[in-house]
């Protein structure tokens, strides 16, 4: 089965939140885009991100973890 | 702490910024990013640097010296000046430019809260006024961050600006127009190292580390800092309304440390204010660091929107970290 006809539910949250506070983002957004280089989200409008985030998924997102964050599975990964 | 008797009330303001003008497109073209690149992550258009040869005491001077001007020219005993960007390691900058405001001999001291300098100052000299030892007092933001940034960092580079904002202050009752009400002044150094200039001070010196250009520069967490000034901002303005009773549509102004549109208006919003009460200048001046808050109270002014007497919440973050608000009422200017 491809990785793309797997639902999975937090990266429909994640997607949504991204295209809720970054409009300008194109096309599909997978796991391994990287959110600045691939999808284009500058560092504030990732951090509004990580805001709904941590909201959606009652989450804490530590502070040492949030200047590392680079792609998509990196937010997956800190509410799996 | 709220005033109920003695209190600051501003009575005069002055302003000053160098004559260099740095457009985005200078910016732009030496970090090779777009003009837009800078304008839609930042909202600013141009920022203010001083020449090779000013100094934060100079703009401060120029500012104290029109804060006077706007209310008479006062006789004032203390003189408190918010920067972070000092001329001299050692000693204080403040009292050369009470020297050089023809006033040497009165109570004058540096204080270092950063971009949230200016509403320290406010609230020591309310503080002092209160007391009742002293009258009158200047208090001036002044920081000259373009001294202490890589220019070739993207991070810091197109953000910053000169500048420097004065106020005068005199003893008086919160319930006059301009009154100080109350304050709310908060730290925490385990954040120390979202904002700081590494180098050329004690901690590098007694490693026996010399002083290089790479340690002198100001760096910047980006993330975390836009995380933590709009929810200190956002904590320290709820508070302060709070203490006053002032729910969201009682407050007429915001004016929040000019870091950053997306910034002003997350905490504005963030708070439940309607960002088009947030008083916003950042587009002009850039962050100023301690000069932010009355650069943007001088803009007000100039606009002639806001009206003697308006509830009015001040709001700073600044490295350290710190983090500041006041509530006042819109000054009666005599200019």
Request: proline share 5%; aromatic share 6%; glycine share 10%.
């Amino acid at each position: 089965m491809a990785q793309d006809t797997i639902v999975n539910p937090a990266l429909e949250k994640v997607r949504v939140i991204i295209r809720e506070n970054f409009s300008e983002v194109e096309g599909d957004i997978t796991p391994l885009d990287r959110l600045s280089a691939d999808l284009g989200i500058d560092s504030l409008s990732l951090v509004d991100i990580l805001f709904k985030v941590e909201k959606e998924f009652g989450v804490a997102i530590d502070d040492s973890d949030i200047e590392k964050i680079e792609s998509v599975q990196d937010i997956l990964d800190l509410v799996a | 702490m709220t005033y109920s008797t003695a209190t600051a009330v501003i009575t005069g303001i002055g302003a000053y910024l160098p004559d260099r003008v740095i457009k985005n497109d200078e910016i732009a073209e030496r970090l090779g990013v777009s003009v837009d690149w800078i304008q839609d992550r930042t909202g600013i258009e141009q920022r203010f640097f001083l020449e090779p040869t000013g100094s934060t005491s100079d703009m401060a001077v120029e500012a104290g010296r029109k804060a006077l001007e706007s209310c008479g020219n006062p006789a004032i005993d203390f003189l408190i000046l918010a920067t972070c960007t000092p001329d001299h390691l050692f000693p204080a900058t403040a009292p050369n430019v009470a020297a050089r405001l023809g006033v040497p001999g009165i109570a004058a001291f540096d204080l270092n809260a950063a971009c949230s300098g200016f509403i320290y100052g406010l609230s020591v000299g309310a503080g002092m006024l209160a007391s009742g030892g002293y009258k009158t007092g200047l208090v001036i933001g002044s920081d000259a961050i373009s001294t202490i940034i890589n220019h070739d960092d993207k991070v810091t580079a197109p953000i910053f600006g000169d500048g420097a904002g004065a106020v005068v202050i005199r003893a008086g009752s919160p319930d006059e127009p301009g009154g100080l009400m109350a304050h709310t002044l908060g730290s925490d150094g385990n954040l120390l190292d979202i904002m700081k200039t590494p180098g050329g001070a004690s901690r590098q010196r007694a490693a026996g580390v010399p002083s290089d250009p790479e340690s002198s520069y100001f760096g910047m967490q980006g993330r975390l800092v836009y995380k933590y000034a709009v929810s200190r901002m956002t904590e320290a303005s709820l508070s302060i309304m709070d203490r006053m009773g002032w729910g969201v549509d009682d407050v007429d102004w915001l004016v929040g440390h000019q870091a950053n549109r997306r910034i002003l208006v997350a905490t504005a919003e963030t708070i439940g204010i309607d960002p088009a009460r947030a008083i916003i200048n950042v587009d002009r001046v850039a962050n100023t660091s301690a000069a932010s808050i009355p650069l943007a109270l001088v803009d007000a002014i100039h606009s002639g929107v806001p009206k003697t007497g308006d509830k009015v919440v001040l709001t700073a973050f600044g490295g350290g970290v710190t983090w500041a608000a006041a509530a006042m009422t819109w000054p009666e200017f005599g200019f």
